[in-house]
Nanobody
């Protein structure tokens, strides 16, 4: 599976962005898809994940109520809608394909290349 993330950019605090991740190669529909992020000087951390059917989701506590993950299996694409952005959301965001909605970075099977999100105060 090859993953191509896009949609990052510079936004003011309180603003919104939507990230997209397009998958190609092996079948996309069998995978849990997720998003992780890595801020400068910090370890990569889990953000959100969604099951193959879309019926189950999991969010990290810092983004609950602000971020929403979704997927369109017909388009082989997963999305991350980010609202009420905060400066501490600034990071490179990576999409992922994995076996569990509770996967850690070590449990990810495939990574996208990352897209930078910068939130100014």
């Amino acid at each position: 599976v090859q993953l191509q993330a896009s949609g990052g950019g510079l936004v003011q605090a309180g603003g919104s962005l939507r990230l997209s991740c397009a998958a190609s190669g092996r079948t996309f529909s069998g995978y849990v898809m997720g998003w992780f992020r890595q801020a400068p000087g910090k370890e990569r951390e889990f953000v959100a994940a969604i099951s193959w059917s879309g019926g189950s989701t999991n969010y990290a506590d810092p983004v609950k109520g602000r971020f929403s993950i979704s997927r369109d299996n017909a388009k082989n694409t997963v999305y991350l809608q980010m609202n009420s952005l905060k400066p501490e959301d600034t990071a490179v965001y990576f999409c992922s394909a994995q076996g569990s909605i509770r996967a850690t970075p070590r449990g990810v099977d495939y990574w996208g290349q990352g897209t930078l999100v910068t939130v100014s105060s």
